[in-house]
């Protein structure tokens, strides 16, 4: 592992911001960087040089879908997958991800998500949350949505409320509204997005739900973010009309979402509100017609690389590819410092190799992560 300094110089990196800038030098120290340019030499106090003969170099991933404490348990409590590990993340190149419960919140706990959430921080990355859960109507921890998203630093909006879901408690038009309108309040009050994470199911009433809280209510459609959106073809073609009319489209990393990508560029579709999300460290249950739960497994964070490495293959440029999985999850959940590369942005960056797209470093507010050697570990990894 390179020698610890309070200041690290990056050279001679293919730099996306995630717009392709060229050939520069990063300089970062403390959790900010510094300076981009050309041609940076530093002298007269201690920096450690990485040079990096033309690797490519991007914000550090930002994963807002991610089951930090586990999830799962559809096929009872020998089905509940492990909590994440701090390692894990990091091999995937994130450095920010926003904490969700799913399906099971009577043995999942948002204040065990918050702690969770503390101690990842504390660990070296950035972690937010969503209070609630699948269910309507949803659990807090202050005993509101509002509260918790003005009151807990780290709750930045609600989810996943799930819909158009056999799972899900099939809220009325009443309780969505008023869940979003809670979420949007409650982040007016603290200065955050307020967004409300919606899980989508197999169902065909697809975004319907959705569709009649923007027709009756005066909740603009950009405070929703709709996820798992290539679950199937109807979902996929109602998502391409939500997006045209404005809204945000959240995929789930996978050879479905890698399709839906390449379709959604094909017809003109806005990538520009699309985002990546891993769903990490839960469950990927799958249903036959019955309901009956024929087939299970546990979703991984280095999804997203794998989607990224995919998609460079293809006729995408690559600032709209990056974009995905960086900058506009930050923007919308209005992550401020994160998915940018530039003076005075959090210093997260990762550092693919030039020709096999492999993660060779990752740093987290400043702090050195991985390098080609070493990945840091949480405390009881």
């Keep these: 592992m390179e020698k610890t300094s309070t200041l690290y110089l990056l050279k001679n990196c293919q730099l996306f911001s995630p717009k392709k800038e060229g050939v520069k030098d990063v300089l970062f120290g403390g959790d900010k960087i510094l300076e981009i340019d050309q041609t940076l030499n530093i002298s007269g106090v201690n920096v450690t040089v990485i040079n990096l003969d033309g690797d490519i170099v991007l914000p550090g991933l930002v994963d807002t879908h ?52 503390r101690g990842m921080t504390e660990e070296g990355i950035t972690a937010y949350m969503y209070t609630g859960a699948y269910r309507v109507p949803t659990p807090t ?30 809220p009325s038009l009443q309780e969505l509204t008023r869940i979003a309108s809670d979420a949007r309040i409650g982040g007016m009050l603290a200065n955050k997005s307020g967004k409300i994470h919606i899980h989508m199911g197999d169902a065909t009433t697809y975004l319907d739900p959705l569709w009649e809280v923007v027709k009756h209510s005066s909740i603009p459609i950009t405070q929703f973010v709709p996820t ?34 390449i379709e959604f560029h ?28 024929v087939k299970y497994g546990v979703s991984k964070p280095s999804s997203l690389l794998e989607v990224i490495k995919q998609l460079l293959k293809l006729n995408l440029e690559e600032e709209t590819i990056f974009s995905m999985f ?56």
């Design 326 to 381: 960086t900058k506009n999850p930050a923007i919308c959940y209005g992550l401020k410092g994160k998915g940018v590369l530039q003076k005075g942005a959090d210093a997260d960056l990762i550092v693919l190799d030039k020709d096999t797209k492999d993660l060779k470093y990752v740093f987290s507010r400043g702090q050195i992560m991985k390098n080609k050697s070493w990945t840091k570990k949480g405390m009881f990894e």
């Design 66 to 117: 991610v089951h930090l404490i586990g999830g799962g348990g559809e096929k009872g409590p020998s089905s509940r997958t492990p909590e994440a590990q701090l390692s894990h993340i990091i091999d995937a190149g994130v450095t920010t991800v926003i904490g969700v419960l799913g399906t099971d919140s009577i043995c999942r706990s948002l204040e065990a998500l918050l702690a969770k959430c």
């Design 266 to 293: 094909r017809d003109q579709v806005p990538l520009s509100t699309t985002t990546v999300s891993s769903d990490a460290f839960g469950s990927f249950p799958s249903f036959n017609e019955k309901g009956e739960l």
């Design 141 to 170: 921890i202050t005993g509101s949505i509002q509260r918790d998203i003005m009151l807990i630093e780290q709750c930045i909006g609600v989810g996943e409320i799930s819909i158009s879901d056999h799972r899900s408690s099939q």
């Design 228 to 261: 798992h959106m290539s679950r199937n073809d109807g979902l996929l073609k109602q998502g391409k009309l939500w997006a045209k009319s404005g809204g945000w489209v959240d995929f789930t990393a996978d050879d479905g979402s890698l399709e839906a990508i």
